[in-house]
């Protein structure tokens, strides 16, 4: 393994599930769900597959029914206007659009800001595009309840060798869902200092309570500076077909494109052609999407706190993060290899996902996105364990 990647071994993710596997704990670490997405869009897939859609190579960009449908869908939610021919790219999944992004604008030594916790592909892709990544910590507002973005820390960040932003709302791990204010402010510091912004917006279907997602593209100059990331694995529960997109102007697109094509060159066909229905489906299944995860998140996050965790309850995605402190444990590590021993669940330590890894520690993060009676379980064995 070369230098450039040594630091980061195996992901978390990996590591997690096999000890999930391994010991027959409930895997409430990876994010993914254990129910599929809509039946029609499944078999959506099933029809392109026999009718012989997708079954070779489709065109480098995406099939164009799958970019006029995430244009549709920016244009429908968002009212931004978006070229399916020239500003809309599809990808192998959100990954491969943060991947091929990184890969496409950086130059060796350019710097890049990120939050902190960051999700992990972010370092390591960062790193094989030899940027240098920039931290600025989410930091844990107790009263609020949540881990607040400093904006002064932001601005702080920001030197004559940053080239670019990398934004993600609603934020995983944490769950924080950025304000308006604090994204016209972010959109501010990008058109002062001309950055790019590639903003990864994986969860812009999942916010709760009165949190609203607001793309960083409808800020004023942002629209020509930012690369958007969608993911049809979070947004309709298909992670396994990794179907991604990615919306910007016409230059970004190609800059991104110029990546793809030597990474993957396409993208798995029959399921554009899925993804596509899926994107023209009614505004009721958002809601209902939604309205599922809310219920799941506040199921969860209510036995995690019985059971004595003090608890981040999101604005957004499907992760809750808790600090263990509160039951006398003070390393996220050492408590998630333990936990599925001690208690029948697997979490992960939020550690992980920073560079200052003791902000970190007393951090652990749990997925909701599992079936009520797989909730209900992990919250009463939790429970038991931490009497
Ligand atoms: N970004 C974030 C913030 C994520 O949590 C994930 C995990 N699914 C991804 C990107 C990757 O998405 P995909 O599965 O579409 O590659
Ligand atoms: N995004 C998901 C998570 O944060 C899964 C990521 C992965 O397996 N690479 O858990």
């Not at 659009?97 to 060796?108: G, M």
């Not at 994204?183 to 950055?195: F, K, S, Y």
Request: hydrophobic share 40%; with cysteine.
């Amino acid at each position: 393994l070369n230098r450039r990647l040594a630091e980061f071994g195996t992901t978390i993710f990996a590591e997690m599930s096999a000890l999930a596997l391994s010991t027959g704990a409930i895997n409430l670490g990876q994010g993914f769900p254990d129910t599929d997405g809509p039946e029609e869009v499944r078999e959506a897939a099933v029809r392109a597959l026999r009718d012989g859609r997708g079954n070779q190579y489709p065109p480098g960009p995406g099939i164009p029914e799958l970019r006029t449908a995430v244009a549709a869908h920016q244009q429908r939610r968002y009212s931004l206007s978006f070229d399916p021919d020239t500003e809309v790219l599809v990808t192998a999944g959100a990954t491969e659009a943060i991947a091929a992004a990184l890969l496409a604008l950086l130059e060796p030594g350019d710097e890049v800001i990120a939050f902190e916790p960051y999700y992990d592909s972010y370092a390591a892709c960062i790193a094989m595009a030899g940027g240098r990544r920039v931290p600025v910590t989410l930091r844990a507002d107790e009263g609020a309840g949540r881990f607040r973005l400093d904006l002064d820390e932001l601005r702080d960040a920001v030197t004559d060798r940053t080239r670019l932003l990398l934004i993600n709302t609603p934020h995983n791990p944490t769950g924080t869902v950025l304000t308006r204010a604090e994204l016209a402010a972010i959109a501010e510091l990008a058109v002062e200092r001309d950055l790019l912004v590639v903003t990864d917006e994986v969860y812009e279907h999942l916010v709760f309570d009165d949190a609203e997602h607001v793309p960083l593209a409808t800020f004023p100059g942002m629209r020509e500076r930012t690369v958007t990331i969608g993911s049809a694995g979070k947004t309709y529960s298909f992670t396994g077909w990794k179907v991604g997109w990615v919306t910007a102007s016409p230059e970004l697109v190609t800059a991104v494109r110029s990546a793809k094509q030597y990474l993957t060159y396409v993208s798995a066909g029959p399921f554009q052609y899925a993804v596509a229905e899926a994107l023209a489906l009614p505004e009721s299944y958002f809601t209902a999407f939604r309205d599922d995860m809310l219920a799941k998140r506040d199921l969860l996050s209510a036995g995690l706190e019985e059971a004595g965790f003090r608890v981040f309850r999101p604005s957004g995605t499907y992760f809750v993060t808790t600090d263990i402190r509160p039951l006398g444990e003070t390393d996220g590590f050492t408590f998630c290899r333990a936990l599925p021993e001690r208690a029948g669940v697997v979490a992960i330590p939020n550690a992980v996902f920073y560079d200052h890894r003791e902000e970190g520690a007393p951090f652990v993060r749990f997925a909701f996105c599992k079936r009520t009676e797989v909730l209900q379980e992990a919250a009463k064995r939790l429970g038991a364990a931490f009497q």
